[in-house]
């Protein structure tokens, strides 16, 4: 199978199998926590994803026995003076959440250990997510005095409701991998050894899919988060529209006529 790594970054690890994207945080001493560099390699992947169009799936996950402990803690106590919060989300965090939910392609976050902070907002910013059960998830925020940040106010009350998500993000309690799978915040468990494999399949799985008609979903889903029920019904007339034109959309009907299994080209 063909496999490509990019060898360019210094904090994330890139490579592509069979039209999987797979990005690693990649500083496992620290628990792949966040820094200015961390944030600008993710957007400037991220970028690249959403220009090739091989890439069909994108998967997150982490180095080493965490998936991300959110910000960097120690290059916070190297900083001198007020620091501006509110420009680095705005500049380094918020767009690498919009372009998560941007991208017309599943994104599956691989979640290998325990995902903090901003490190669990970047798992639930990926639509879907597998947990080795040893995974635990850690709000973290309230601990430190901090508000949940990355999207984690938006993602956490829309899967949990609003008092669970309030308790969550207040309390700061480690959730288990078990914990996390009742409440719906992770789609599926695999033992730690089963992780890595158990994740391929269903990328690959993802990948092979009719793309664009999982793209044109995936628009329609987190529109219908704000949408009135009218404003969704033109919006799935709109987007059917381009769906039925897709050569995969009438791979996909000769398949069944004919009996077999459809062969998708993601256009
Ligand atoms: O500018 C901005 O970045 C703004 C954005 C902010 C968003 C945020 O993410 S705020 C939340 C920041 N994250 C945290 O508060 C989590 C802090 N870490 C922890 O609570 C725990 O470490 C964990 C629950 C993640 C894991 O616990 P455990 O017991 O498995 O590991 P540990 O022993 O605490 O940590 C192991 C090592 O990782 C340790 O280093 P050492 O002592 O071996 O040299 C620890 O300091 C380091 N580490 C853990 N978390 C971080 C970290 N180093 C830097 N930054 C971290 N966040």
Same mark, same amino acid.
């Given at each position: 199978?063909? =496999?490509?790594?990019?060898? *360019?970054?210094?904090?994330? $690890?890139?490579?592509?199998?069979?039209?999987?994207?797979?990005?690693?945080?990649?500083?496992?001493?620290?628990?792949?926590?966040?820094?200015?560099? &961390? +944030?600008?390699?993710? /957007?400037?992947?991220?970028?690249?994803?959403?220009?090739?169009?091989?890439?069909?799936?994108?998967?997150?996950?982490?180095?080493?026995?965490?998936?991300?402990?959110? $910000?960097?803690?120690?290059?916070?106590?190297?900083?001198?003076? #007020?620091?501006?919060?509110?420009?680095?989300? =705005?500049?380094?965090?918020?767009?690498?959440?919009? !372009?998560?939910?941007?991208?017309?392609? #599943?994104?599956?976050?691989?979640?290998?250990?325990?995902?903090?902070?901003?490190?669990?907002?970047?798992?639930?910013?990926?639509?879907? =997510?597998?947990?080795?059960?040893? *995974?635990?998830?850690?709000?973290?925020?309230?601990?430190?005095?901090? &508000? #949940?940040?990355?999207?984690?106010?938006?993602?956490?009350?829309?899967?949990?409701?609003?008092?669970?998500?309030?308790?969550? *993000?207040?309390?700061?309690?480690?959730?288990?991998?078990? +914990?996390?799978? /009742?409440?719906?915040?992770?789609?599926?468990?695999?033992?730690?050894?089963?992780?890595?494999?158990?994740?391929?399949?269903?990328? +690959?799985?993802?990948?092979?899919? !009719?793309?664009?008609?999982?793209?044109? +979903?995936?628009?329609?889903?987190?529109?219908?988060?704000?949408?009135?029920?009218?404003? /969704?019904?033109?919006?799935?007339? $709109?987007? /059917?529209?381009?769906?039925?034109?897709?050569?995969?959309?009438?791979?996909?009907?000769?398949?069944?006529?004919?009996?077999? *299994?459809?062969?998708?080209?993601?256009?």
């Amino acid at each position: 199978m063909f =496999r490509e790594t990019v060898m *360019a970054y210094e904090t994330i $690890q890139v490579e592509t199998t069979a039209c999987v994207r797979t990005i690693t945080l990649n500083r496992p001493d620290d628990l792949n926590s966040i820094d200015e560099r &961390v +944030t600008s390699e993710l /957007q400037s992947e991220l970028r690249n994803v959403a220009k090739d169009k091989s890439v069909r799936c994108l998967v997150l996950t982490g180095a080493g026995r965490a998936f991300c402990a959110g $910000q960097d803690l120690k290059s916070v106590m190297e900083r001198k003076g #007020p620091f501006d919060f509110t420009e680095a989300l =705005r500049r380094r965090y918020n767009p690498i959440i919009s !372009a998560l939910k941007a991208l017309e392609i #599943p994104t599956l976050a691989s979640i290998n250990g325990v995902a903090a902070g901003a490190g669990w907002s970047l798992a639930l910013g990926c639509d879907l =997510r597998i947990a080795s059960t040893k *995974a635990k998830f850690v709000s973290a925020f309230s601990k430190i005095g901090l &508000v #949940p940040d990355s999207g984690m106010t938006w993602t956490l009350p829309r899967v949990v409701g609003l008092s669970k998500a309030l308790e969550i *993000a207040w309390m700061g309690d480690p959730l288990s991998a078990e +914990t996390a799978l /009742q409440l719906g915040l992770v789609n599926r468990l695999a033992e730690p050894e089963e992780l890595a494999k158990a994740t391929a399949e269903w990328a +690959t799985a993802l990948a092979k899919s !009719a793309t664009r008609g999982l793209g044109l +979903t995936k628009r329609a889903m987190y529109a219908a988060m704000g949408n009135d029920l009218d404003t /969704q019904l033109e919006y799935e007339a $709109q987007l /059917q529209g381009v769906a039925g034109r897709t050569k995969d959309y009438s791979e996909g009907v000769k398949a069944f006529i004919e009996k077999r *299994a459809a062969e998708f080209i993601g256009d």
